[in-house]
């Protein structure tokens, strides 16, 4: 008995001489708890990418998200993405063909299927600038392409109706990618590798520093780094920052058509970039991925808008709007498709002017970075963006010249 008193006056005498009373104990559990080697902010599937590579490389990580994971509100739910070669810029080009490993390799990680093939068709004449670049670009990169002449472009997709004067650029080894499935995958292996994920749980300010205090609507964290990858959202957590980035938000409104003869078409329907085969609308379409017979198409832009008022935007006359625009191509270019959807959504793709990204370190603090400006293109390499945003939290080189996604770039708007 008098031992265990003396051991427990020795205790408590050196508890209170290092100031490590029960409510110190506890407040230090609660920091230990609240440290993180990184924070992601933003679950999208750029955020999420990143993150799974993070936690993957051993980082103990947080993800935030200010809504329930997967969501709507953003720009990386839906149905299916295109995954192509077919780029203009070398670097893209370059990357994507990384970026479809990445997805056979998540494929075996989450024993699941994600990869559709399908292959993609650029049409046009020989003055279809994005054509004959992207052709450019495929010959630099020895990949693999086929170039349709008129005759051949009707023979082998007659679904569509293209002038005589047309040709078509056909990447075979296209595809489409299960984006709502791929999407999950990256949340539930960033658990699996020891992630902490918080939901419905909105960044109200980031103090920057050493290290860096992250402030939510119900804690307070501190890390090493911070990304930020918060989507359209990303300029309001930027500007308190002090980079005021080139970032417009747009409310682009997603439509399916059906295919009145999809039992003669089935298995034969190409993704499509029609940017410039037919005016000034730059629409685009791909065959669902569940095979039910609707091909999804979209206007590569919409109406500037603020994201936590996506909807405010005078949705009626805007949808009549795009589906007049697409009904009218529909009549022109693929008149076995109904002319009017038979469902629509909606999503917001945040552009830049020359529709690059902004992948890069604060200039003033080179422990917060900043993944933001997708433009609507940036699914298919979202693998890639999390091991880039991860090889600058490591202090690595970078697998690709980081230039093009510089926050201090010549910014030259991009008109394909």
Not at 99 to 123: G, I, M, R, Y
Not at 220 to 237: F, N, Q, R, T
Request: charged share 25%; hydrophobic share 35%.
């Amino acid at each position: 008995m008098a031992f265990v008193s003396t051991n427990c006056k020795l205790l408590c005498r050196l508890s209170c001489s290092a100031n490590c009373g029960p409510i110190q104990l506890a407040r230090m559990s609660s920091a230990t708890k609240n440290r993180y080697e990184c924070i992601v902010v933003g679950g999208g599937i750029e955020g999420s990418a990143t993150a799974y590579e993070l936690a993957k490389n051993g980082k103990k990580t947080l993800l935030l998200d200010q809504f329930s994971l997967p969501h709507t509100k953003g720009s990386s739910h839906g149905s299916n993405r295109i995954i192509r070669k077919t780029y203009e810029e070398d670097y893209f080009a370059a990357m994507v063909t990384e970026s479809f490993q990445c997805w056979f390799d998540l494929e075996k990680e989450a024993n699941t299927t994600l990869f559709k093939s399908v292959p993609l068709l650029v049409p046009g004449n020989i003055e279809s600038k994005f054509m004959w670049s992207a052709k450019d670009n495929l010959d630099k990169l020895n990949y693999n392409y086929e170039l349709l002449d008129g005759s051949e472009l009707r023979k082998r997709f007659p679904m569509f109706k293209h002038p005589g004067t047309f040709s078509g650029l056909l990447e075979s080894e296209a595809g489409t990618l299960k984006s709502d499935k791929a999407w999950s995958c990256l949340l539930d292996l960033f658990v699996k590798y020891g992630g902490t994920k918080r939901e419905n749980e909105k960044v109200l300010k980031i103090v920057p520093g050493d290290i860096i205090t992250v402030e939510s609507i119900s804690e307070k964290y501190e890390c090493d780094h911070v990304i930020l990858a918060p989507g359209p959202w990303a300029s309001k957590m930027t500007k308190p920052l002090g980079l005021d980035l080139q970032l417009t938000p747009e409310r682009i409104g997603v439509y399916y058509y059906k295919d009145r003869e999809y039992a003669k078409h089935r298995g034969n329907w190409p993704s499509f970039l029609n940017y410039e085969a037919w005016g000034e609308h730059k629409i685009y379409g791909m065959p669902c991925h569940e095979d039910n017979g609707l091909i999804k198409m979209a206007i590569h832009y919409g109406p500037t808008i603020d994201p936590d008022a996506r909807d405010d935007v005078g949705e009626k006359k805007l949808i009549q709007m795009e589906t007049n625009i697409i009904s009218e191509h529909i009549r022109k270019t693929i008149p076995t498709l109904e002319d009017r959807p038979t469902a629509w959504e909606s999503c917001i793709y945040t552009m830049t002017p020359d529709w690059s990204f902004y992948l890069d370190r604060h200039p003033e603090w080179r422990n917060v970075i900043v993944a933001a400006g997708f433009s609507g293109h940036g699914f298919k390499l979202a693998p890639v963006v999390g091991k880039l945003l991860c090889e600058l939290v490591m202090d690595k080189k970078p697998s690709y010249d980081m230039a093009p996604f510089s926050i201090l770039r010549p910014m030259k708007a991009y008109h394909p």
